[in-house]
């Protein structure tokens, strides 16, 4: 597998006497999807059904995916092999101290990271900033409208809408102003909505020498084997490893 190139890299590395293991090239064919999460998590039917899609995912685009329940995976040398990390509503709040920095110094390093619905750490702030934007609360799950406002990248023009979804909506706050919106949600459509009107419920952005996107739809596990969501499930993937 592709996933081999990055190793053999590090080993060569290794043989140098070298300690500039960072500093190597993030590789973009392989992604690691991290599963682990809170006990009794009521969304691990999405979470399962989330494992399934990004496998499927990395088929179709020839992208190695190693999925991870194990927290010590969240170290400098391991994540250096893969051009993003992936959480579907499961997220840092089980990751130690430690492990928070390898993850900090991963996206420093240029690493990507995709984020989807629940992944909230409200005690971690550079990661919420990396997130941009915070889930303060959520209405009952309810159908609403979404559009696709994105512009300026080819990966998520390509999609259009609108979208009608049943969902569990987040209301945000602390909305950085410097995310790239790709879909926002239409309040008078649902009832609860109370971020403004420009609602987002997904983007992406450039942060700290990394990579970040968010997809806050999700909460479902129909909602991987829906074409239009996998959609920018996946382009949110490619985005956050470089191929934009
Ligand atoms: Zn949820």
């Not at 006990?39 to 020839?62: L, T």
Request: hydrophobic share 40%.
């Amino acid at each position: 597998m592709n996933v081999l190139k990055p190793i053999v890299v590090l080993s060569v590395l290794l043989m140098m006497g070298t300690s500039c293991i960072v500093a190597q090239q993030i590789p973009i064919d392989s992604i690691f999807l991290f599963t682990k999460t809170t006990p009794n998590n009521i969304h691990r039917p999405a979470i399962e059904a989330g494992i399934k899609a990004v496998k499927k995912i990395g088929e179709q685009n020839k992208l190695y995916v190693e999925v991870s329940d194990n927290p010590e995976d969240f170290n400098r040398l391991n994540l250096s092999r893969y051009g993003a990390v992936v959480m579907i509503s499961a997220g840092p709040r089980v990751l130690d101290s430690i492990q928070k920095d390898a993850f900090k110094e991963y996206i420093r390093s240029g690493g990507g990271f995709v984020g989807v619905h629940s992944i909230a750490d409200r005690n971690w702030p550079w990661y919420m900033s990396l997130i941009g934007g915070t889930e303060a609360n959520h209405p009952e799950p309810q159908e609403g409208l979404v559009t696709n406002v994105s512009k300026g990248n080819l990966l998520f023009e390509a999609e259009n809408g609108p979208w009608i979804i049943k969902d569990e909506f987040y209301n945000f706050r602390d909305i950085h102003n410097d995310i790239n919106v790709v879909l926002h949600i239409d309040e008078a459509s649902y009832s609860g909505g109370e971020v403004a009107k420009n609602h987002p419920v997904c983007w992406y952005r450039e942060y700290d020498g990394g990579r970040s996107f968010y997809l806050a739809l999700g909460h479902f596990s129909y909602h991987y084997t829906n074409r239009t969501y996998l959609n920018y499930l996946e382009n949110g993937i490619l985005y956050a490893i470089g191929k934009n």
